[in-house]
């Protein structure tokens, strides 16, 4: 897979850079001439993957959250989001619709919707050490006919 471009960024673990990260992101993708459903799709699996940092990996402590977005050939964009948080202990179990590590309000879907909206998704984590979650977005050709 060839690189046709690249970015990255880091910020902090707060709520309000959520959508920041978001903003970045899908306006980086935008290159690729996405629709509107697969901006959207990005949109939706970077917020879970950064709310995950936040909420999960760093809990009420503030760390850094780093974002790589590369655009690879034929036409797609792959992302990655990682932290130097707690880590996952069983990346499996937290993969798996429902299930939270925190209890309470939270629904436990993160994962599940970042697969559902994704082509791929892989989650690479180390106690202690933090997580990455790498995901790829394929954006389908357009074509415009003459008429």
């Known amino acids: 897979m060839k690189i046709k471009n690249k970015f990255s960024m880091t910020f902090v673990s707060r709520s ?4 920041f990260a978001r903003a970045c992101v899908t306006a980086f993708a935008t290159q690729l001439d996405p ?3 697969e901006i959207n799709d990005i949109k939706t699996a970077v917020s879970e993957a950064v709310t995950n940092c ?3 990996a760093y ?8 974002i790589t977005a590369e655009l690879i050939e034929p036409n797609s964009i792959r992302i990655k989001i990682r ?8 990346i499996k179990q937290a993969m798996e619709p429902l299930y939270t590590s925190l209890g309470g309000e939270r629904a436990g879907l993160g994962f599940a919707v970042m697969e559902s909206f994704m082509d791929k998704v892989r989650v ?5 050490k933090g997580t990455t979650v790498t995901m790829i977005k394929n954006i389908s050709p357009r074509f415009i006919a003459n008429g």
Do not use: F, P, R, W
Request: a negative charge; charged letters at 25%; aromatic letters at 4%.
């Open 124 to 128: 690479s984590s180390k106690l202690g």
């Open 83 to 90: 932290d130097k948080g707690c880590g996952i202990e069983n």
């Open 35 to 37: 629709t509107l459903e």
């Open 59 to 66: 809990g009420e402590q503030i760390g850094n959250i780093y």
């Open 54 to 56: 936040i909420v999960h």
């Open 16 to 19: 309000a850079n959520e959508s």
